[in-house]
């Protein structure tokens, strides 16, 4: 009796440690009580209930990330591409996750398939090339919505490769060749222009500055000459004031030693002499000629006399 008392004891603590349960961080365990949903554990320490509780299922809450195969899509122009997908989501709700959808993940990808086909489907090539956000953001819209009823929270889908078909990429190939070409044709067009507008402002430039230094010289000379006229105008003037002043002096000094009438006389008959030495066809000889001629043999001699 007394073995049997341990037995059932060690049974009892056998029992009772094996369900006993700890949940980790970021796990979720859905509990049901004889087949029915009972709760939902968190992170801690449970207990179970032997052998009317089990653990349905574990639970990740962390963001998980799902990479689906290529798969084959139609654009509006016709052109087979293969896309490949990359899903990140996140379970909010352990319970719908359990219970919401048979097969989640098959669930996801299978919806991410049809929205991809349906949203290219009315895009054209280039257009579906260039506008990866735009079927991103739709994408992931439509799986938000969709597996919200699922406990599932998709936070971004992303597109990871479009692969046109060969010929296709081929063609985009030469084409981008030929857009480079055209870019560097353009580039080098462009640079000898600036170059050729470059050297002509030179030119320009040169011959401004040219122009204006032979105006400066030209400006310079003139200054010079003008100034060497003036100048000359002014000695010249001034000889003739000069000349003018002692005329006046000889003038002056003559009236104050008050002069004769023979002095006079003499001083006429030179300045007729003076009239007559030069190139006149006229001359116009005073009426008293004789006299003024007899008054200068006459100072002759007096002057011979002394």
């Not at 895009?123 to 735009?134: A, C, G, Q, V």
């Not at 597109?159 to 857009?179: F, G, S």
């Not at 003018?244 to 006079?264: D, F, V």
């Amino acid at each position: 009796m007394e073995f049997v008392l341990i037995g059932l004891a060690l049974f009892i603590v056998i029992i009772v440690v094996l369900n006993i349960k700890i949940v980790p961080q970021s796990k979720a365990y859905v509990i049901e009580r004889l087949g029915t949903y009972s709760a939902t554990w968190q992170t801690g320490l449970h207990i179970k209930i032997p052998f009317i509780e089990k653990v349905a299922r574990q639970v990740s809450l962390k963001e998980q990330i799902v990479d689906f195969p290529p798969q084959p899509v139609i654009t509006k122009d016709n052109v087979t591409m293969q896309i490949d997908t990359v899903v990140f989501f996140q379970i909010t709700d352990p319970k719908l996750y359990a219970y919401g959808v048979e097969r989640p993940l098959a669930a996801i990808e299978n919806l991410t398939a049809t929205t991809l086909r349906n949203i290219i489907g009315e895009m054209e090539l280039d257009h579906t090339l260039t506008s990866r956000d735009i079927i991103n953001a739709k994408i992931r819209g439509i799986l938000d919505e969709a597996t919200d009823p699922w406990g599932i929270k998709v936070n971004r889908v992303e597109l990871k490769n479009i692969l046109p078909p060969r010929e296709i990429q081929d063609a985009m190939e030469k084409q981008m060749k030929a857009e480079r070409q055209r870019r560097e044709a353009i580039l080098t067009a462009e640079g000898e222009k600036a170059s050729k507008i470059l050297v002509a402002e030179g030119n320009k430039e040169s011959k401004i500055l040219a122009a204006e230094a032979d105006k400066q010289s030209a400006i310079l000379a003139a200054e010079a000459i003008r100034e060497a006229k003036i100048r000359e105008a002014e000695g010249e003037a001034e000889a003739i004031l000069k000349v003018e002043e002692a005329r006046a002096k000889a003038i002056e000094l003559i009236n104050q030693a008050q002069p004769g009438q023979g002095y006079l006389t003499i001083k006429s008959l030179e300045a007729f002499e003076a009239a007559a030495d030069g190139q006149a066809t006229k001359l116009i000889i005073p009426s008293d000629l004789q006299g003024i001629a007899g008054l200068a043999a006459s100072a002759k001699e007096i002057i011979s006399n002394n």
